[in-house]
T-cell receptor, first 112, second 117 residues
Framework: NAGVTQTPKFRILKIGQSMTLQCTQD?????MYWYRQDPGMGLKLIYY???????DKGEVPNGYNVSRSTTEDFPLRLELAAPSQTSVYFC???????????FGDGTRLSIL | AQKVTQAQTEISVVEKEDVTLDCVYE???????LFWYKQPPSGELVFLIR??????QNEISGRYSWNFQKSTSSFNFTITASQVVDSAVYFC??????????????FGPGTRLSVLP
């Protein structure tokens, strides 16, 4: 089983560039999440979705956008990359209440 | 509101020592789930265990054990005879039912465990 797949694994961007981090899951999970993890720190929730067509902000949404047109996909968009967005980004999904979150392997993003 | 506290930011032990990672949670829900995750130096996040609020039985899996106590709102994780491979960041998490059908899923800040040879 593929689980949660994130692409790319690594990326270097220049300040002001845009990019989309892809996330797809094959477990038919309703809930999907985007987190960022700065070096030596914990997980900060950027955006989450409770189902196709429904998204909501987490604690650090500024500078990011998401969409959820299908159950499987939950892309994260950076419009104008800034050095403060250098981080590791994790996508996760889970089923119903009480089910654990399953994480992708992460995308390591550097903005120079 | 839900909250998870892991007061130990970093712990260092020598191999073969026992170590307990503390997790204290806050919730008004009577139905909730607690989780532990491991993040080894390679970076991936690995689910370890889930416990629901109605099951206070302790769980043991090899060298790992978990102690859930509703009276103290704690869900502590003990590693017996620690090994270097246990070195990782460990996260505790809470999923409460709330009034939004269990949307709330909160992670603690993590505890970095270093097991020295």
């Amino acid at each position: 089983n593929a689980g949660v797949t994130q692409t790319p694994k690594f990326r270097i961007l220049k300040i002001g560039q845009s990019m989309t981090l892809q996330c797809t899951q094959d477990m038919n999970h309703n809930y999907m999440y985007w987190y960022r993890q700065d070096p030596g720190m914990g997980l900060k929730l950027i955006y989450y979705s409770v189902g196709a067509g429904i998204t909501d902000k987490g604690e650090v949404p500024n500078g990011y956008n998401v969409s959820r047109s299908t159950t499987e996909d939950f892309p994260l968009r950076l419009e104008l990359a800034a050095p403060s967005q250098t981080s590791v980004y994790f996508c996760a999904s889970r089923g119903s209440f009480g089910q654990p979150q399953h994480f992708g392997d992460g995308t390591r993003l550097s903005i120079l | 509101a839900q909250k998870v506290t892991q007061a130990q930011t970093e712990i260092s032990v020598v191999e073969k020592e026992d170590v307990t990672l503390d997790c204290v949670y806050e919730t008004r829900d009577t139905t909730y789930y607690l989780f532990w995750y491991k993040q080894p130096p390679s970076g991936e996040l690995v689910f370890l265990i889930r416990r629901n609020s109605f099951d206070e039985q302790n769980e043991i899996s090899g060298r790992y054990s978990w102690n859930f106590q509703k009276s103290t709102s704690s869900f502590n994780f003990t590693i017996t005879a620690s090994q270097v491979v246990d070195s990782a960041v460990y996260f505790c998490a809470l999923n409460g039912r709330g009034d939004n059908y269990g949307q709330n899923f909160v992670f603690g800040p993590g505890t970095r465990l270093s097991v020295l040879p």
